[in-house]
């Protein structure tokens, strides 16, 4: 089977997945929330060169996983305009439903703390080590 845009998000909106990626073939999918798919995904050593991205939120830190993974293209329900800006800054299409000013936690109460990680910060690989580092402490 074939993946499109179109189909990729209705498996995010729908389809109990909160990020779907596809090369027009391949699919990859996960349940997990927040960074942790995309962080396993680099573990793993995937690639996403010339994939398109459905997920449901994206921020600044998820863009710059997406950089690191090689994304063409990545929707999103909400994405901040942050997130949207380094994408494009970088030759990644950024759409979403929703743009946003911050990404916020989980709690309601502040800015994602994975956005706090990679603020300043403009390189993708040393965004990724930021965005560990801030998960050994939380």
Do not use: H
């Not at 603020?119 to 939380?138: S, T």
């Amino acid at each position: 089977m074939t993946y499109d845009m179109a189909q990729l998000s209705a498996l995010v909106k729908g389809g109990g997945y909160t990020v779907a990626a596809s090369d027009g073939t391949r699919l990859l999918t996960s349940r997990e929330r927040g960074i942790k798919p995309l962080l396993q995904w680099l573990d793993e050593g995937e690639k996403l060169d010339g994939y398109f991205v459905a997920d449901k939120i994206v921020g600044r830190a998820a863009a710059m996983l997406y950089l690191r993974l090689g994304a063409k293209r990545v929707w999103a329900q909400v994405m901040s305009r942050g997130g949207a800006q380094t994408l494009e800054r970088c030759g990644v299409g950024a759409v979403a439903d929703v743009f946003a000013d911050a990404i916020i936690n989980r709690e309601g109460t502040d800015i994602c703390p994975m956005e706090k990680a990679v603020a300043g910060i403009d390189d993708p690989l040393a965004a990724e080590r930021a965005l560990r580092q801030k998960l050994k402490e939380l």
